[in-house]
């Protein structure tokens, strides 16, 4: 199959229409950067915003939250390439391919895939299971959740928690399914998690802690949840909800350095990778200052790669960069702005 190279110019390409892919755009722009900037995305919606995709979402007629519009990104001379996800990248050429056989030019790249949900090892195709990262996943979710409908969540995170409220609140049979003896102690402590514990006991959730699932039952469309207890759940959809891994699997044959452990890209505290003009941002990356939100490292490597190219700015903390909001980004003086959420 021939490859088809797409004349956006070899400026500087986005590869991820997250949060933070989007903030490196903007603020590659706020910069002072003039030449073409492209935002390519694996989905067909604009950035939005995926924390509610799990609690309000989830109610009927509810909207998604997107971060920009068609029309901030335009006065802003950003191009889109949306529902193409990254197949590839060959730094040799400075070229990224998108979906079969298309290669964008670049300048500078930068890298905001962010993550994908783990999948149980082992598990079939089976119609009903999903993995909730996506509007898609989310709608199909709405779509399906009805009173009575027989829902397993495995994993007794805080996406699986919230998700099980809300499922309860539209009348879902919900059970939790849990590996750890106790939800979120990781993150939380055991004093938390056994309160959050008794709080899905409280809200009428069967929540089974200390419990692997050994395999999911069906021919084409999921039937039950069979546990390492020799129990088996009847279910009509299965959430798995057991964690997320860098979304890294179309930079395989790239050379570029990736994490040991997760699979994650490589950076140091300019948020350069080891391939020369390939930067990253957001959930994508490991680096020195890990806990900046996915908006201040976009923030932080949209500027980065200009400092560097330009040597004439002076280079900013990331304790002070600028927050951001859906405000117009044209509409602030100094182009700063505040947060709302990331």
């Not at 903030?23 to 604009?46: C, K, N, Q, W």
């Not at 799990?54 to 007629?61: A, I, N, P, R, T």
């Not at 699986?160 to 399914?177: F, H, K, M, Q, Y």
Request: with cysteine; charged share 20%; aromatic share 4%.
């Amino acid at each position: 199959m021939s490859a088809t190279d797409i004349d956006h110019g070899a400026g500087l390409v986005v590869v991820g229409a997250s949060l933070a892919g989007l903030r490196a755009a903007e603020s590659a722009r706020l910069a002072g950067y003039e030449g073409p900037i492209t935002l390519v995305g694996d989905e067909f919606h604009l950035p939005y915003d995926r924390p509610p995709l799990s609690k309000q979402f989830l109610k009927d007629g509810a909207e998604v939250d997107f971060h920009t519009t068609a029309e901030e990104l335009a006065a802003l001379d950003v191009k889109l390439r949306l529902g193409a996800p990254a197949t590839g990248l060959d730094p040799t050429s400075h070229r990224v391919r998108v979906g079969d056989s298309d290669w964008i030019p670049y300048q500078k790249l930068i890298i905001a895939t962010g993550a994908s949900p783990r999948s149980l090892p082992h598990a079939p195709d089976l119609d009903g299971v999903i993995g909730l990262r996506t509007i898609d996943d989310a709608l199909a979710l709405r779509e399906r959740l009805r009173p009575g409908t027989k829902l397993v969540i495995v994993g007794a995170g805080f996406i699986g928690s919230e998700l099980a409220s809300s499922a309860r609140d539209r009348g879902a049979d919900v059970t939790i399914v849990e590996a750890a003896p106790i939800p979120l102690v990781r993150a939380v402590g055991e004093t938390v998690g056994q309160a959050l514990a008794k709080l899905h006991e409280r809200n009428g959730i069967p929540l089974l802690c200390d419990v692997q699932v050994e395999e999911l039952i069906g021919t084409t469309h999921v039937e039950a949840v069979r546990l390492s207890t020799g129990t088996s759940l009847p279910a009509e959809l299965v959430v798995v909800g057991v964690g997320a891994a860098p979304a890294t699997g179309w930079l395989a044959d790239s050379g570029i350095e990736l994490h040991p452990v997760d699979g994650g890209v490589i950076a140091n505290e300019f948020l350069q990778t080891s391939l020369e003009d390939v930067y990253a941002a957001g959930d994508v990356v490991h680096w020195p200052t890990p806990r900046s939100t996915d908006s201040q490292c976009g923030w932080r490597t949209g500027r980065m790669l200009l400092i560097r190219r330009t040597r004439q700015l002076s280079m900013p903390s990331h304790r002070r960069m600028p927050s951001l909001t859906r405000q117009s980004p044209t509409s602030g003086a100094t182009g700063t702005r505040a947060e709302s959420s990331s």
